[in-house]
């Protein structure tokens, strides 16, 4: 069965940094786009990132754009998220998504468990 | 960027009745790109309709999608008690973008 596996979350001081990491499995993970979406506390769904199936295409919500990365491991069936200079308000859970079929143009069918990021001095 | 914008905020109904949840777009979403998810408090997301109006595997015929353009209706036509939960409506049609959420209680 379909498996996505969270893994990097934890409590960060702002300015400094955190990966994120996301372990697929029970797809063919090599021909699926992937996707980051995180929730602020008590707060709705806000759609971070997308990378293509091959890596090679990346595109990100303005909030995060030009300090988060999006990346892939098709070696691996993995996808991260390394979130740089982070501030008090990328405080979310944070979690990756797959698009049913693999397509850009889907909704997204499996979900992490989510992880957990406090940005906090 | 398309905005959504779900209505109402807060839908009391009680078990066994229909429920009416809503979503209008800021400009019109491209090829109906428009999905439903429902939350529960400590879960991810749950894909419930995607196209606006295909049921995801696995989802109960009581949920329909319908709509077009920029108007969307998720229905759910016998309200059990695990369907008491937050619903997100989502465009994919030109980048990504997620409604407010609508929270249905139970009356």
């Known amino acids: 069965q379909v498996q996505l596996v969270q893994s990097g979350g934890g409590v960060v001081q702002p300015g400094r940094s955190l990966r994120l990491s996301c372990a697929a499995s029970?797809?063919?993970?090599?021909?699926?786009?992937m996707h980051w979406v995180r929730q602020a506390p008590g707060k709705g769904l806000e759609w971070l990132s997308l990378i293509s199936y091959d890596g090679i295409n990346k595109y990100y919500a303005d909030s995060v754009r030009g300090r988060f990365t999006i990346s892939r491991d098709n070696s691996r069936n993995t996808v991260h998220l390394q979130m740089n200079t982070l501030r008090a308000e990328d405080t979310a859970v944070y979690y990756c998504?797959?698009?049913?079929?693999?397509?850009?143009?889907?909704?997204?069918?499996?979900w992490g468990q989510g992880a957990l990021v406090t940005v906090s001095s | 960027e398309i905005v959504l914008t779900q209505s109402p905020g807060t839908l009391s109904v009680s078990p066994g009745e229909r429920a009416t949840l809503s979503c209008r777009a800021s400009q019109s979403v491209r090829s109906n790109y428009l999905a439903w998810y429902q939350q529960k408090p400590g879960q991810a997301p749950r894909l419930l309709i995607s196209?606006?109006?295909s049921r995801a595997t696995g989802i109960p015929d009581r949920f329909s999608g319908s709509g077009s353009g920029t108007d969307f209706t998720l229905t759910i036509s016998r309200l059990e008690p695990e369907d008491f939960a937050v619903y997100y409506c989502q465009q994919y049609g030109a980048s990504y973008s997620f409604g407010q959420g609508t929270k249905l209680e139970i009356k």
């Open positions: 998504a797959s698009p049913a079929g693999g397509s850009y143009y889907s909704g997204f069918d499996y």
């Open positions: 029970g797809f063919s993970f090599s021909t699926y786009a």
């Open positions: 196209g606006a109006s």
